[in-house]
């Protein structure tokens, strides 16, 4: 009798001493963070000014293209060939230009992005462990969180750890 009040009290001590999990909302809690959004709206106006800066110099080239048109009627024809290359070069670096500044615009933006990812997944990290959870897990879409109850939704409380720490 005295061994089962001892495993008895074992198990229910055992069973007290569960794993504390949380889980966070990785879309809402993107959406939501301050650095992520600046960044965003830091790399939009880029993209317009990028996007302003080709339309301009595509109707630069247009109108040149059409003005060579005019000319190229009163030339000889191995004249009109020659420069009627020379413009068609001239696009090609131009076309290639712009698509090599798109590129590196996306390549900017993607490396601030995965910085982002890695600061807030070492913030969680860190959040987990400084309020003893086992384990916080990623929901939203995509996620790996089916279900969970409300209680166990820390996104709120990252979502401002984060920004609080952005601000500062």
């Known amino acids: 009798m005295k061994n089962f009040i001892v ?37 939009k106006v880029k993209a317009d000014a990028l996007a302003k800066k080709r339309d301009s110099i595509s109707q630069a ?10 000319k190229a009627q009163s030339m000889s024809q191995t004249k009109a060939q ?25 390549l900017e933006g993607q490396t601030e992005m ?8 070492e913030e969680i990290k860190a959040y987990g462990e400084s309020n003893g959870y086992s384990y916080i897990l990623g929901g939203g879409d995509g996620g790996s969180v089916l279900y969970g109850t409300e209680a166990n939704d820390l996104t709120d ?5 984060l920004n609080d720490k952005y601000k500062k």
């Open 7 to 43: 495993i008895f009290a074992l198990a229910l001590l055992a069973s007290c001493q569960q794993e504390k999990i949380g889980y966070v909302d990785n879309v809402k809690l993107m959406d939501e963070y301050q650095q992520k959004i600046d960044v965003e709206s830091k790399f």
């Open 61 to 70: 080239f247009q109108m040149e293209a059409q003005a060579f048109q005019a």
């Open 82 to 106: 020659e420069e009627y290359a020379a413009i068609q070069q001239k696009g090609q670096i131009i076309g290639q230009q712009l698509q090599q500044q798109d590129q590196q615009l996306q």
């Open 114 to 121: 995965d910085s982002i990812v890695s600061k807030v997944k």
């Open 157 to 161: 409380e990252i979502v401002k750890l």
